[in-house]
């Protein structure tokens, strides 16, 4: 046999030996585990056990609407900061598949954190429900990829906590007029506020668009 048609063949042997399927799912693994999914699992499902914790206590007002916002927005300093690349900003241009892997691992870690905090919820009252955590979690989210865009995943821990904290004094002024009613300080809203639901969307949806285009902005090594 030629050496011509042995060139010709090699593609289509290729494509025996490694079918599609099996170089998109080495493909999905190796980016799970470039972001460390298994040690971001685990550190979801101890939030979850954390806020399972927290309502088996009696606390007052407060507390009962504060605790949960914190353990929200530690489990999404959990995802931000997964989103770290270990290559850095070279990566951007390595494949055409990393926007869709970007775009899916973000939106299954999110999907995970929210069924974590429900399923940690079972059994015990959770003040405004599973609606108000979809929308913390995912309001939350938002802004850690858009911190991770802008300055990195190794700290975009820090968008997400700022805004933590801003919430926990929203929730504080229901008390303690002048109350914070802007719908863009979600966590101070009733859970079925329209105006809190689509502000928390609109940040989630242009934090993974913009985290999805340009993954988060680290340099190699760090």
């Known amino acids: 046999m030629s050496a011509q048609r042995v060139a010709e063949m090699r593609p289509a042997l290729a494509s025996v030996s490694h079918p599609a399927w099996a170089s998109g799912l080495r493909l999905v693994w190796l980016h799970a ?53 270990p290559l850095g900003e070279p990566e951007r241009v390595a494949g055409r598949w990393l926007p869709w892997l970007r775009l899916g691992s973000v939106v299954m870690l999110t999907a995970v954190a929210v069924g974590a905090l429900a399923a940690g919820a079972v059994g015990g009252h959770l003040s405004g429900g599973i609606l108000d955590v979809l929308r913390n979690v995912a309001g939350l989210t938002g802004i850690g990829l858009l911190c991770a865009a802008l300055v990195g995943g190794g700290v975009a821990w820090i968008g997400p906590t700022a805004y933590m904290i801003a919430g926990v004094y ?51 090594g760090e």
Do not use: K, N
Request: net charge positive; proline share 7%; hydrophobic share 50%.
């Open 170 to 220: 929203a929730l504080y002024t229901q008390w303690h007029s002048p109350a914070v009613t802007t719908p863009w300080m979600w966590p101070g809203r009733p859970p079925h506020d329209l105006g809190a639901e689509l502000c928390a969307g609109l940040v989630f949806t242009c934090g993974l668009a913009l985290f999805a285009v340009r993954g988060a902005r680290d340099r190699a």
């Open 33 to 85: 585990t470039s972001r460390r999914f298994p040690a971001a699992l685990g550190a979801l499902a101890a939030c979850a056990i954390g806020l399972r914790i927290a309502l088996i206590g009696h606390w007052d007002a407060y507390g009962a609407l504060q605790l949960p916002l914190i353990i929200e927005a530690a489990s999404v300093c959990v995802l931000t900061v997964s989103t770290a690349s």
